[in-house]
């Protein structure tokens, strides 16, 4: 793979991106579809309700590490992409009235893994600010240590366990 953003930071927020979302589905928090026999639904997780659970508990100053990285991701979110006349274009993510922090946050660690898996990041000749890419991936990693270090015992537990 020919990239200019570090190997080790982008396997890193991938692994840890993928064992988050497995310990969310583990421990309850995935979404409630209607059955639809003879299929299954599919295992989604639920980051919104794991999102308001934590809303009361999640503090973005607990440490200095974590403050510098939600005020990073607040001020700084990484853009989306969109369909605009039927083309593929970027916008800076909206947030509703009422959204709260960590409901954003969470949001916007969702929207660096999309960019990344979805291939959105290999324009070059749109993200070619590889510090900026390496500052929203360190900074949803933070994010997501900070989610976990106050997430429900059995979501600690299943992504201590997770192995890939």
Known sequence: MNTSVDQQLLLEFFLVFSRFEY???ASGFHKR??????HYPRAEPDWDCFAARLR????PNSTIKLKQACEYLLD??????VILQDAVAWETP??????????????MVRCVR???FHGGKFNID???D??????????SLTVLAGCLEIAPPQQQAAYKDARL
């Open 126 to 128: 749109v993200h070619e």
């Open 76 to 81: 700084s979110p990484p853009n989306q992409q």
């Open 56 to 59: 009361d508990k999640f503090d």
């Open 114 to 116: 999309n960019n990344l």
């Open 23 to 25: 310990a969310l589905k």
């Open 130 to 139: 590889t510090a900026r890419t390496e500052a929203l991936l360190r900074s």
């Open 94 to 107: 909206v947030r509703p009235n009422g959204e709260g922090d960590i409901q954003f946050l969470l949001r």
């Open 33 to 38: 579809h209607p059955p639809n026999p003879p």
